[in-house]
């Protein structure tokens, strides 16, 4: 099974990105999924995830209140719309999956995508 990522690009400081992430066949359905970045010459770390039924959710506190992550688990696929981009949200964005649920707290996924890049001007 494959993620392809896709949605990122440029954008000024205060604009939006949707991001979206398709799983290549039916495995996530019962699975909860999530996005992550690593910014230039940083570590990966934990952006958001939501959960096999798409209404549990969690955030990291750097982006809470502008990012919002959603599941079409018909499509097994995972979106994250971001608002009020800053540019320190400047970063390569991958989607991740697993088959099935965990606490969201856990951040421990099987399957990762490409990676979208995301870069925000001052």
């Known amino acids: 099974v494959q993620l392809q990522a896709s949605g990122g690009g440029l954008v000024q400081a205060g604009g939006s990105l949707r991001l979206s992430c398709a799983a290549s066949?039916?495995?996530?359905?019962?699975?909860?999924m999530g996005w992550f970045r690593q910014g230039p010459g940083k570590e990966r770390e934990f952006v958001a995830a939501?959960?096999?039924?798409?209404?549990?959710?969690d955030y990291a506190d750097s982006v809470k209140d502008r990012f919002t992550i959603s599941k079409d688990s018909a499509k097994d696929a995972v979106y994250l719309q971001m608002n009020s981009l800053k540019p320190e949200d400047t970063a390569i964005y991958y989607c991740?999956?697993?088959?099935?649920?965990?606490?969201?707290?856990?951040?421990?996924?099987?399957?990762w995508g490409q990676g979208t890049q995301v870069t925000v001007s001052s």
């Open positions: 991740a999956a697993r088959r099935r649920t965990w606490a969201l707290g856990n951040h421990e996924y099987d399957y």
């Open positions: 066949a039916r495995a996530f359905s019962r699975g909860d």
């Open positions: 939501v959960n096999w039924s798409g209404v549990g959710t």
